[in-house]
């Protein structure tokens, strides 16, 4: 059983060629021409998705960004013992901060918008899980740029490790004189390049890639010192940030369950509450005649037993009797509840809309039904005094102009005779329509009918009348 598991886990299987790889690694080192243009292209992408809070352009800017480049090169090279290709990918990773940095700042000072959105900030407090993502991240880059054929992994790894936000988060830290935002995007973007480099450090020398120099004793143990001398002071503050959010949502817990245990109990004058994490404040807003300083030391007290002590409690009075209403009212408008405020306007106006249209609907049902004409006895009274007539059709509907904001009723008579009219008799015949139809005004259109013109066309035409239907 072991040794399947081992042949399982075998990288080797279908690694590339040593020298294939190291060709790969410093070509996605190099300063230059395409890898140029593109990190300029990916830093604008980047600056507009977080500009605008767009994760999809956000994450095509990750995906296009050659900043890992160069991380992976020197983490490459200090594997391989290959001091020239550190210092060459070291420097290019430099020129691409930089330019990273100053296209961002750039890009911040000319924007509109100046209000941070949410991954802006999301990127201004890293902790030690963004440590565990990148180390993760960079050994499974490490792997996929090992392997002959192409691999999906890269486009992951470039979107998980996220080089390229953290560094315009920083630009706009400065564009703006956040330098709190500032410091919090860039230990981000250092703690990501730190431990991706580790990271394919750790798989080149777990695949044993042939050395490309020779280095003394002293000059390695140097290296070594250096490196876990690095990875120690960009790993410390991080696990105290993720110990602090740690505690910090262990108290939001806590105090949420108090904060709800209290608004349940029958005789409880709790309304809400706000949590505070950072703060360790729980603010409560009661009703009612409360003695404040009983609750607060009740609220300490189950707090102190679910192991959160030093615990700041803010009891905002939304007044002392029922009839209070104006003083509950201001702490409503204040956001205590401003959700439920918009909820009520919004409910308030569809019922409003909908009053309209039952208004509307009922108007309509109340307008006479439009009497129905039987079209054949029509054909027949109108043949009777137009013998050119051959057919009839009538259409009634409404009728609509830039003149009237409303449509009117509209009558359309169409005759299709023989021979036209004269206008004597047209303008007699639609004077009748109208009478008969008991219609204020209708349209007459008058139109040659299809055998007429073909007998016209053949200059065989016999007949000028059309013969009523018996």
């Known amino acids: 059983m072991r040794p399947n598991l081992l042949f399982l886990f075998d990288l080797r299987k279908d690694q590339q060629e040593p020298s294939v790889i190291d060709e790969t690694v410093r070509s996605g080192a190099q300063f230059g021409g395409t890898n140029l243009w593109v990190l300029f292209f990916a830093i604008l992408i980047a600056s507009v998705g977080l500009n605008t809070n767009s994760t999809a352009v956000i994450i095509g800017a990750m995906l296009i960004s050659p900043l890992m480049g160069p991380i992976v090169g020197m983490g490459y090279g200090a594997a391989v013992q290959d001091l020239g290709l550190i210092r060459m990918a070291g420097k290019n990773l430099a020129i691409f901060v930089v330019l990273s940095l100053l296209t961002s700042v750039l ?17 201004t407090f890293p902790t030690l899980w963004d440590v565990l993502i990148a180390a993760f991240g960079g050994a499974a880059g490490m792997v996929a740029v090992t392997r002959r054929g192409y691999s999906n992994v890269v486009p992951g790894v470039a979107i998980a490790t996220a080089l390229m936000p953290p560094l315009c988060t920083a630009g706009f830290g400065i564009a703006h004189g956040r330098w709190d935002m500032f410091g919090g995007a860039f230990y981000l973007f250092i703690i990501n ?31 070594r010192l250096i490196i876990a001398l690095g990875l120690t002071v960009v790993l410390v503050p991080s ?8 505690q910090q949502e262990v108290f939001a817990s806590a105090a949420v369950r108090v904060a709800r245990d209290l608004e ?18 729980l603010r409560l807003i009661v009703v009612g005649r409360t003695d404040e300083a009983q609750l607060r030391e009740q609220v300490q007290r189950r707090m102190l037993r679910d192991g959160q002590a030093d615990v700041t409690v803010l009891v905002r009075d939304a007044g002392d009797d029922s009839l209070n209403v104006e003083k509950l009212r201001s702490e409503l408008e204040e956001g205590v509840n401003k959700t439920l405020v918009e909820q ?8 409003k809309a909908l009053q309209q249209d039952v208004a509307e609907a009922k108007a309509l049902d109340e307008k006479p039904p439009v009497k129905a004409v039987d079209a054949l006895a029509l ?15 009538l259409a009634q509907g409404e009728r609509s102009d830039n003149a009237s904001n409303a449509a009117q009723p509209s009558t359309v008579v169409v005759l299709d005779v023989a021979n036209n009219l004269n206008t004597h008799d047209r303008d007699s015949l639609s004077r009748w329509l109208g009478v ?12 040659l009918d299809s055998r007429s013109l073909n007998a016209r066309d053949k200059n065989r035409r016999k007949q000028t009348t059309c013969s009523p239907k018996s």
């Not at 911040?108 to 959105?117: A, C, K, M, N, R």
């Not at 109990?265 to 404040?281: F, I, K, Q, Y």
């Not at 027949?380 to 050119?388: G, H, M, S, W």
């Open 107 to 123: 890009y911040f000072t000319l924007s509109p918008l100046e209000q941070p959105q949410s991954e802006l900030m999301a990127r």
């Open 193 to 223: 390049s730190m431990f991706i480099g580790a990271s394919t450090l750790a798989v080149a020398k777990l695949l044993r890639l042939p050395r490309q120099g020779e280095l003394d004793e002293v000059t390695r143990k140097r290296h």
């Open 239 to 246: 696990v105290w940030m993720g110990y602090r959010l740690v």
């Open 264 to 281: 349940a109990e029958p005789n409880s004058h709790v309304l809400m509450h706000e949590v505070d994490a950072g703060a360790r404040t």
């Open 344 to 351: 009520v306007k919004s409910m308030d106006a569809q019922l």
């Open 379 to 393: 054909l027949q009274e109108v043949q009777a005094q137009q013998p050119l007539v051959c057919a009839l059709t």
């Open 436 to 447: 008969r139809l008991e219609k204020t005004e209708v349209q007459l259109i008058e139109r």
